[in-house]
């Protein structure tokens, strides 16, 4: 059994796979104890965005289970043209990857929805040629409450609806973060649309549900897609 572990900055996902297939996700990094007890890992892959320490540590102490690290240098399935590679994020490696074995050998515009918002463009020829990282849904929220004097926290999840003209400080205020994304998204799809022609779109990140339902662009959302990813890696890389 292989497993796959996500550390992003606010999150740590683990998941399970026999083969390609995702068998169960946990999102707590300490779950990690009950995974090694009561399943037999025999591969482990790692992407570290954020700073955890506790799963590589874990795993460190289990000589048995095979553990590489993500990063440009590894195997991989895609040829990676970004100018700085070593500065390439791993989850970014991992999602079009992942991607890219959704739509082998066809133009792929993979967005995150999550901390920050990454757009990464896999083009047809297996080529992972870079893309745009913005500021995520909540850093804008909270970069509008910590740079004002008087903007308050807005919790969106408080909300049902995103009208375009808010009627108060606080919808004002959603409709400026959640629409602007929105927007964005949109018009960055269409950029790659207008370039490239034929596009599949693949979204993730823990903001992907909210977005999927708001975009009018047509795309596919993977909840899970850095764990695919990081497995697809992680078997390339196995005799």
Known sequence: MNLAVDIGNTQVKLGLFEQNELKEVFHDEHSIDEI??????ENAILSKTGSSELVEFKLSQKKKI??????HELKLPLKILYATP???GADRIAGSTAANSL??????????????????????????????ISPGMM???KALHNYTAKLPLIDPMQF???????????TSILSGVVNGIKEEADGIINEYKLRFGDLNVVATGGDAGLFASLLKSEI?????LVLEGLNR????NLP
């Open 86 to 88: 070593q500065t390439l």
């Open 36 to 41: 090694l007890k009561n399943f037999k890992i």
């Open 103 to 132: 739509f082998p050998q066809k133009n792929i515009l993979k967005i995150d929805f999550g901390t920050c918002i990454t757009y990464d463009f896999v083009n047809a020829q297996n080529e992972f040629c870079g893309g745009a």
């Open 139 to 141: 850093m804008r929220f």
């Open 220 to 224: 596919f959302a993977r909840p899970y």
């Open 233 to 236: 890696i992680l078997n390339y």
């Open 160 to 170: 049902t609806s995103f009208e375009l003209t808010g009627k108060d400080t606080s």
């Open 66 to 71: 095979k553990t590489l690290f993500l990063s």
